[in-house]
């Protein structure tokens, strides 16, 4: 829809995700990858804007790596649709050797440090010539007799979503860097029935709909790799390395809300002309979610993965977007809902940024907003002014429209995404 923004995923069937029905996965293998000469180069670019922005500081933020979608099943489920039975159709004629020796590294997606996958009872399937793959037997699988999902069409069906298998039966995961992923109706039309994929993970809370693997990440490599001058060199690297053109991009996950008032309006932001990215434009209220918010005492450049609790790591993302709500738009968190996400956008601006986006509803009416507004909360210079949009005109913003040009990127993925999953509906 517009060169700036994407969709890489969408919350859209659940209509939208509570704070139980999310978790992370922390490590330092979902870090970015690193040699000397790029270090140097980040380190030059650093100085150089500390030099002209002394007031500059270089925060931890969380890298996302990639994220893996969940689903419920019944273990005789087929995929189907037209995509699944062309994609089959297309590749007869090539048959995958061992797809299971592919699992986790079907190609748009990077090898992750150290991995190593772990089958459980799974039979190679190199069936014989001209025989229906569709009828192919698994005969130890993972609690049933049949392999039902028929894993060859599966990975087939995943590489050509931009999807791919990750953690355990009945999963499906998109990587930032795949541009089919970005297709949200792709995402959610298709799912996985139950198969013998590679068991990991295995502690995964019974409600738990979505994963993010996190690694961890900082503003001065943000700055010398995603605002770097030779990011598409950087990109153009990584996939030659590592078939992975984010791999040595910072990629810091961000948060924005959707805030619709008690009257039915939605907050926008005026930007400042002072702020560094997208200055003037519209946006939403958001930041990031901050990994010293999780390890108190710590200084930010010696934070490790290990200092960090997963679940006080989710809840310092569900909670971080109701914080950037109170110090930019100053209303009190008593008078915010529950944060619901909406999915995932990418910025293309920034190569390809990420940032989660939520719908929050607020008690107040906009007239009580816009006087709190006017008061000025601890991130006033942010932006100079607040306007309101009602639903239905938030609805109807599109490409075509006079306005849709006076957003900023992440206004347009959370706007976006806003169409897709509509949280606000019963």
Same mark, same amino acid.
């Given at each position: 829809m517009d060169p700036e923004v994407s969709v890489l995923l969408h919350c859209g069937p659940w209509k939208g995700l509570r704070e139980k029905q999310v978790r992370v996965e922390l490590s330092d293998k979902f870090n970015r990858r690193k040699f000397p000469g790029l270090e140097r180069c980040i380190e030059e670019v650093w100085t150089e804007r500390v030099t002209s922005e002394p007031w500059l500081f270089n925060g931890a933020k969380f890298r996302l790596h990639s994220v893996t979608l969940m689903t419920e099943l019944p273990s005789n489920t087929n995929v189907v649709g037209d995509i699944a039975r062309d994609a089959v159709e297309e590749e007869a004629e090539n048959p995958v050797k061992d797809v299971?020796?592919?699992?986790?590294?079907?190609?748009?997606?990077?090898?992750?440090?150290?991995?190593?996958?772990?089958?459980?009872?799974v039979s190679p399937l190199r069936g014989k010539a001209n025989e229906d793959p569709s009828q192919r037997v698994s005969k130890k699988g993972c609690g049933v007799d049949t392999c039902s999902c028929n894993v060859q069409k599966m990975e087939i069906l995943h590489r050509d979503l931009g999807l791919y298998p990750h953690t355990k039966?009945?999963?499906? %995961?998109?990587?930032?860097?795949?541009?089919?992923?970005?297709?949200?109706?792709?995402?959610?039309?298709?799912?996985? @029935?139950?198969? $013998?994929y590679s068991e990991r993970n295995t502690a995964v809370k019974k409600d738990t709909v979505l994963t993010m693997q996190l690694g961890l990440t900082c503003y001065k490599d943000f700055l010398g790799t995603n605002w770097s001058k030779n990011v598409k060199e950087l990109m153009r690297e990584g996939e030659i390395q590592f078939g992975n053109p984010e791999s040595f991009l910072a990629q810091p996950l961000g948060v924005g809300a959707v805030l619709q008032t008690v009257d039915k309006h939605v907050v926008f932001l005026r930007r400042s002309q002072k702020v560094a990215e997208a200055p003037g434009l519209l946006d939403i209220p958001g930041g990031h979610p901050e990994p010293k918010a999780v390890c108190r005492g710590v200084s930010e450049?010696?934070?490790?993965?290990?200092?960090?609790?997963?679940? %006080?790591?989710?809840?310092?993302?569900?909670?971080?977007?109701?914080?950037?709500?109170?110090?930019?738009?100053?209303? @009190?968190?008593? $008078?915010?809902?529950?944060?619901?996400?909406?999915?995932?956008?990418?910025?293309?601006?920034?190569?390809?940024?990420?940032?989660?986006?939520?719908?929050?509803?607020?008690s107040l009416t906009s007239k009580e907003v816009k006087k709190l507004y006017w008061e000025g909360g601890p991130e006033a210079s942010e932006s100079t002014d607040i306007i309101f949009l009602n639903k239905e005109e938030v609805l109807k913003l599109e490409k075509s429209a006079l306005l849709w040009s006076e957003l900023c990127p992440s206004a347009k993925g959370a706007v976006l995404l806003y169409h897709l999953v509509r949280p606000d509906l019963d």
């Open positions: 299971h020796d592919q699992v986790g590294h079907i190609k748009g997606q990077e090898p992750v440090q150290g991995e190593k996958e772990e089958r459980t009872g039966a009945g999963t499906l %995961a998109a990587h930032p860097n795949s541009n089919r992923a970005r297709d949200a109706d792709s995402c959610t039309q298709i799912f996985t @029935p139950t198969c $013998c450049e010696s934070i490790q993965v290990e200092q960090l609790p997963e679940e %006080a790591v989710v809840r310092e993302l569900f909670s971080s977007v109701q914080t950037e709500i109170k110090d930019e738009v100053n209303i @009190p968190l008593s $008078c915010l809902s529950e944060p619901i996400l909406m999915g995932i956008a990418l910025n293309h601006t920034s190569a390809g940024r990420p940032s989660a986006e939520f719908y929050v509803s607020c």
